[in-house]
Structures are given as C-alpha cells and as structure tokens.
C-alpha cells in the first residue's frame, strides 16, 4: 500500500539556517504530492504541493520538487525564521479503485524548532 | 470564520462515556474526514465521508461511529470512550483533486 517516510524530529536550528526535511514515499500509480504545515494549537493547513513528476511547489520560502525517479519530495527553505517553528508533514494522495476515491496518506510530521 | 469548525476544542471525559464531536464546514465539499493524530504515529484516517448517503470506514474504525447530518455537517462519536482513545481529532473536508481543509482539532482526554 502506499506509505510517506520522514523524520520524526524534533529538528532544531538556528534562525537564517538553511532548512532539509525528507520525504520519501512509496505509491502505485501517479499521486499528487504536498507539504502541510501545522503551527501549535492549530489544524493543518497546505504549504505546497506538486502534481506531477518534476513538479516544483513553492510558498513562504519553502519549496519541494516531485522526483519521480528517488520517490522524494524533499521540502527546503533557504533561511528559516522562529515563525517557521511547526510540525510538517509530506503526504500523497492518490486514486484508489474505480469509484473515484482520493486516499491521502500522511507521514507522521517532522517538528521545526528555530532558536533565534 | 473558519473554513472548518470543530467543537468542542478539548474535552475530558470518563472511561465509558459516549461522546459526539462535531464538525461543520462552509466550504461547500462533498467529502468530509475525521483523522486522529498521536505522537510518533502522524494522522490516521478514521472515518470518511463522499456525501450525506455515502459513508466509509477508514483505517481505525473500530470503537468510532459518525454521522453526516448534512453536506455541511459530520460528526464522530465515541460510543464508549477508553483511555487510548485519547488523542488529537481533526476534521477536514476537501474537493476531488484538492487539498483538504482542516479544523483546528479537539483535543480529547479520556480519564
């Protein structure tokens, strides 16, 4: 079945650091991959996302390219910010069966901690 | 307001309490979710929704039941709550080939 691989964290750094959070999956067909970001005390909500292979999301700094040929969608951010502190999760959706159902699969959230 | 709203936002309750959490969305989707989410293990999907008369179970179902009072409504009980049912909860709703919208979450403590 399909899965999302990330680290668990927590991974701290400091503020204007430069930002790697993995994301591996595993996938039958062709899904439609995002990053979502989850500050303390709130619901997720979509950072990016990348439909197709090659695919590059971009927001807020932060960006991931969909790499068909590692199954990765490595999300960076070239200087974090102390606001940049939340848990982020990878995760894909993909079409299951005929009758039009979307599964998504989430990792299990990578916590950011930026110290000024 | 809020695309998605949940309440109650935290809640303790006893072991084998029935316990209803509510969801409700202005996004006007058809599809609506519950998710819990626990430390190490990310979101699980609990139960999900296409429309009123279409309900499915997810990957946890088992000691969960929901209702879909409307498009706009879906809600998860707890028909007799146990400690390890205590966790975060989160709804959300999406459109087919788009990203899902989620409440805030409630945080849920079974004593």
């Known amino acids: 079945g399909d899965s999302v691989t990330q680290m668990e964290g927590p991974v701290t750094l400091s503020e204007e650091a430069f930002l790697t959070i993995n994301c591996t999956y595993t996938?039958?067909?062709?899904?439609?991959l995002f990053w979502y970001v989850q500050y303390p005390g709130e619901g997720l909500q979509l950072l990016l996302k990348a439909t197709k292979a090659d695919d590059k999301g971009s927001n807020k700094g932060f960006e991931a390219t969909y790499r068909k040929e590692t199954t990765s969608f490595h999300l960076e951010k070239g200087s974090v910010q102390v606001s940049d502190s939340a848990v982020y999760f990878c995760a894909l959706s993909e079409r299951v069966g005929s009758g039009g159902y979307q599964k998504v699969t989430f990792g299990i959230g990578t916590k950011l901690q930026v110290i000024p | 307001d809020a695309d998605v709203t949940q309440t109650p936002r935290n809640r303790i309750t006893k072991t084998g309490k029935r316990i209803m959490l509510e969801c409700s969305q202005t996004?006007?989707?058809?599809?609506m979710y519950w998710y819990r989410q626990d430390p190490g293990l990310g979101l699980r999907l609990i139960y999900y929704?296409?429309?009123?008369?279409?309900?499915n179970k997810g990957e946890i179902s088992d000691g969960y039941s929901v209702s879909r009072q409307a498009q706009a409504k879906f809600s998860l009980s707890l028909e007799s709550a146990i400690p390890n049912q205590t966790a975060l909860y989160f709804c959300?709703?999406?459109?087919?080939?788009?990203?899902?919208?989620f409440g805030q979450g409630t945080r849920l403590t079974v004593v």
């Open positions: 996938a039958t067909g062709y899904p439609s």
């Open positions: 959300a709703t999406r459109a087919p080939n788009t990203e899902a919208f």
């Open positions: 929704s296409f429309d009123v008369k279409d309900i």
């Open positions: 996004k006007g989707h058809d599809r």
